[in-house]
């Protein structure tokens, strides 16, 4: 039983490139969420599906893309990176409702140059 | 406005001593949930604790308990007996009845020997 499983742990990217991080649970999760966390600023949420077939934005969903691939995988994809998506990304997922807590990827941390 | 507010941005602990993080929500549901995880400076997001608005006793894991005041939407997470692994960021979370959840910009909190 792996959890939330993200790849890749480190990237480094040109300005301009893309690339898809991968994130896939085998909790039979409902629910799943991308967030970044740059320092002071807490965990913020990028983009989250409530459900297989849904997806909604969060906070921060400016240049990124998702996609809800199946129950298990959810995909976030940065299109055309810059300097600012300089972070650590992390996935999560959770059952609906109460009192269920999110479940966390190890992150992947990602430099755009 | 911020729906989760933690105001420590660093906090220092004598070894055994007790240490309490604030933690202050906003929120107009009358249903939702409180989270603290701890994330060591390894990078994983580990769960510690879970509080409902329902419940009407403070809720307690071993070492931590959530002192939970409803009328002041505060989530005051107190470790007892801190020990040098507690070295730490913590962060408070809320989930309201929807599938997003909410973090605070985090407590740096450092367990002096």
């Known amino acids: 039983n792996a959890g939330v499983t993200q790849t890749p742990k480190f990237q480094v990217l040109k300005t301009g490139q893309s690339m898809t991080l991968q994130c896939a649970q085998d909790?039979?999760?409902?629910?799943m969420y991308w967030y970044r966390q740059d320092p002071g600023m807490g965990l913020r949420l990028i983009y989250y599906?409530?459900?297989?077939?849904?997806?909604d934005k969060g906070e921060v969903p400016n240049g990124y893309n998702v996609s809800r691939l199946n129950k298990r995988e959810f995909s976030l994809r940065l299109e055309s990176a810059a300097p600012s998506q300089t972070s650590v990304y992390f996935c999560?997922?959770?059952?609906?409702?109460?009192?269920?807590?999110?479940?966390f990827g190890p992150g992947t941390r990602l430099t755009v140059t | 406005a911020q729906k989760i507010t933690q105001t420590q941005p660093g906090m220092f602990v004598q070894e055994k001593e007790a240490v309490t993080l604030d933690c202050t929500y906003d929120t107009s549901d009358q249903s939702y949930g409180l989270f603290w995880y701890k994330q060591p400076s390894s990078g994983e997001m580990i769960f510690l604790i879970y509080?409902?608005?329902?419940?009407?006793q403070n809720a307690t894991e071993g070492r931590y308990s959530l002192n939970f005041q409803k009328a002041r939407k505060s989530a005051n997470l107190v470790i007892s007996a801190s020990q040098l692994g507690d070295s730490a960021m913590y962060f408070c979370a809320m989930r309201e009845a929807g599938n997003q959840f909410y973090f605070g910009t985090g407590t740096s909190l450092t367990v002096i020997p």
């Open positions: 999560a997922s959770t059952e609906r409702g109460f009192p269920y807590e999110q479940y």
């Open positions: 509080q409902g608005s329902y419940d009407e």
């Open positions: 909790m039979n999760h409902n629910s």
């Open positions: 599906s409530a459900s297989e077939g849904t997806t």
